[in-house]
């Protein structure tokens, strides 16, 4: 077991790789508790495909991939904010409309470039063994300012994400406080998606809350909880993915996925009524 | 001489709009420090609007609102608009009320304090670690009227308090809410209940794009007044000293019907 763990350590790519999956893993689980609580857990699925239209245009214009990329991503986030915010059209179809219509943009860049095709395939699928030292210090960066920002706006952003409507009566600014969510999901996306790779992104973002939110009522809990799940498929996943050969993606995603498989199970309300009823036999005896 | 305190909120021939729609036209309403007042109409008739032009959040496209210097708003959402599945616990939904110190999240032991104390008021300070769903529907109306009333409001505007409760729970939101009015704390709340709560309030408006009727229920409940405000023939029966208002039968409607029983 120990050389299982140790032996990949021998490689300073593996090393790298270890920790960026391991932090991409814990952000994408703190960020995707808003995510998932505001109904939006398709934002995730959509900011990754509309910023693939974004890392297209990098590509053919020979743009840096995160200036290029993160500015195309941010201007999709805000729209798809604004487009919500009018009533009669749901987060969902703004999302489907405006980042669909970016990752259509790529696709059509990759069918006229073939410079484009070879580095987008990266974005696409996920690449950690080429993590350059410009990739730790933008998920290291992109998760500091996360942390300092969810610290500092810690109620008005649990607020705006439980009762938006009460919260603006209440003074709170959440247009504002939404604009910053994105900017930090977009931020968050941009950084793992190198590791993760456009199609498996949402994952992410989506399973660790939603497992975390099986083993707790409380929202500051679940935070710790969905960050600590994250982290740990990142590392875990990142380990299979060096022993089995598997892009490093996919096997993030499979040990979100056990996770949750485990402790749905394990939570599932005929094994709850189970164990209480073998409680009060035993206390009874 | 007494000289009367100048009024929480004033709003004078307010109109307001969605679109090219007139939601709300010539209203002029005066709430005062301790008024009680219910706002009942049918669906559409404006009754939210008039409590989001109340909050300041909706401006009218015509006429005053006026609100006294440094006037402080409690807000109650309607309880179905809750997302009751949402991880909180009834102490962290209180909370919300209090502003976050910079770069500290956590609530210290001054908010700890008051939200005890206001839990203790409302009678519930025994739940403040439980879930907001593991909760009966009277207790869940409490956790947001304590929410509200953290911010030490001199106006308390709820929205529909009794939608989907049961009758017992609608006589203790009832009880409550005439507690903290005796209290001192103005009301405003909006309701489709005519004999649950309209005609326990002491001051009721009937709304139905404009104010048709206002004053104490005895006086406004009348056939011709909710006739008008619902569109729907109503007849003012009385028990016990109190209104009932009951739907007049359609005659015609129910003759045909024994009729075709009958053959």
């Known amino acids: 077991m120990m050389q299982w763990l140790l032996d990949p350590l021998n490689y300073a790519f593996v090393r790298n790789a270890l920790f960026v999956c391991t932090i991409a893993g814990g952000l994408c689980g703190l960020l995707g508790v808003y995510v998932t609580l505001k109904g939006m857990s398709y934002i995730g699925h959509g900011l990754s495909h509309a910023i693939f239209g974004g890392a297209a245009i990098c590509a053919a214009v ?27 059209i749901g987060a969902d179809a703004a999302i489907g409309v405006i980042t669909t219509a970016s990752f259509a943009f790529g696709i059509a860049l990759l069918g006229l470039y073939a410079r484009v095709k070879q580095s987008i395939e990266a974005t696409l699928f996920g690449s950690v063994l080429g993590i350059s030292a410009e990739d730790l210090i933008v998920i290291v960066a992109v998760t500091a300012v996360t942390l300092v920002v969810i610290i500092a706006f810690y109620r008005p952003l649990l607020f705006t994400t439980f009762d938006t ?90 040990v979100n996925f056990a996770a949750f498989a485990v402790v749905y199970a394990a939570t599932s309300p005929a094994r709850i009524r189970r164990r209480s009823r073998a409680f009060e036999q035993r206390e009874r005896a | 001489m007494t000289v009367r305190p100048e009024p929480l909120l004033r709003l004078h021939a307010v109109r307001c709009r969605y679109g ?46 006026t609100r006294r210097d ?160 619902y569109g729907a023939p109503m007849d003012v029966l009385e028990h016990a000293g109190m209104p009932i208002i009951v739907d007049r039968p359609r005659h015609g409607a129910h003759t045909t019907h024994l009729s075709q029983g009958a053959s």
């Open chain 2, 70 to 229: 440094g006037l402080r708003i409690g807000y109650v959402p309607q309880v179905e608009t809750i997302n009751w599945s949402f991880p909180v616990t009834v102490g962290e939904v209180v909370l919300m009320a209090r502003q976050q110190r910079f770069m500290r999240p956590r609530a210290n032991r001054q908010d700890h304090a008051d939200v005890e104390t206001t839990l203790r008021r409302l009678g519930i300070a025994e739940l403040v670690d439980r879930h907001i769903r593991a909760l009966s529907g009277g207790q869940q109306q409490r956790v947001f009227i304590a929410r509200a009333l953290l911010g030490a409001p001199h106006l308390l505007i709820m929205d529909e308090p009794t939608s989907g409760v049961d009758v017992r729970t609608r006589h203790e939101i009832i009880h409550l809410l005439a507690e903290l009015n005796a209290d001192g704390l103005a009301m405003v709340l909006s309701t489709h209940d005519l004999n649950g709560i309209a005609t326990h309030l002491p001051h009721i408006i009937c709304l139905n794009r404009t104010i048709l009727g206002a004053g104490p229920p005895r006086e406004v409940l009348t056939s011709e007044v909710l006739e008008e405000t």
């Open chain 1, 62 to 88: 020979g743009l840096n991939f995160f200036v290029g990329a993160g500015i195309w991503g941010l201007a999709s986030g805000l729209a798809v904010a604004r487009v919500t915010r009018r009533r009669t």
């Open chain 2, 20 to 65: 090219t729609q007139t939601v709300l036209d010539g209203i002029d309403l005066t709430i005062g420090d301790s008024d009680f007042i219910g706002i009942v109409g049918p669906s559409g008739s404006g009754k939210t609007t008039l409590l989001r032009v109340l909050l300041g959040v909706m401006p009218p496209v015509a006429g005053t609102v």
């Open chain 1, 165 to 254: 409507d009460v919260a603006e009566v209440s003074g709170v600014h959440t247009a504002r406080i939404e604009a910053i969510l994105m900017l930090l999901l977009c931020g968050a996306i941009l950084a793992s998606m190198r590791v993760l790779g456009v199609t498996l992104i949402a994952a992410a973002l989506v399973i660790p809350p939603v497992t975390a939110r099986m083993l707790t009522t409380s929202f500051n809990r679940m935070l710790w909880l969905s960050s600590a799940i994250g982290a740990f498929a990142g590392l875990i996943g990142m380990y299979l993915s060096y022993h089995l050969d598997i892009s490093s993606g996919a096997t993030i995603v499979l």
